[in-house]
Structure formats: structure tokens, C-alpha cells
């Protein structure tokens, strides 16, 4: 048994700019967020926190 793929060229752009979409995307939001996601990672305070408490 054969089996035919195809995927004619516009349906194959849409694929690679939804692919490349989402990885600028995902990119954007960690670093927007990055030290967000690393204090939750590390399940530590965030830096302002560590900062404040040694002034008082």
C-alpha cells in the first residue's frame, strides 16, 4: 500500500511561519519574564525582595 502525502506550498508556508511565530513568540515572553521564571524555578525570593530586607 502506497501512501501520498502532499502539502502544496501554501499550506507549507503557513506551517513554517506559525512554527517560527511561535518560537519568536515563546522567545519574547521569557524574556520579558525571565527573572519571574527563574525565581519560580528556583523557588527563591526575587531579587527586590533580597534587597529590601537588608536595608531594614
Not at 501520498?4 to 511561535?22: F, W
Not at 522567545?27 to 533580597?50: H, M, P, Q, T, V
Amino acid at each position: 500500500m502506497k501512501c501520498l502525502l502532499y502539502i502544496d506550498p501554501g499550506s507549507g508556508s503557513i506551517i513554517v511561519q506559525a512554527i517560527i511565530g511561535l518560537a519568536a513568540g515563546a522567545a519574547f515572553f521569557i524574556r520579558l519574564n525571565w527573572y519571574r521564571l527563574k525565581s519560580w524555578f528556583s523557588g527563591g525570593k526575587k531579587e527586590n525582595e533580597d534587597s529590601e530586607s537588608e536595608n531594614s
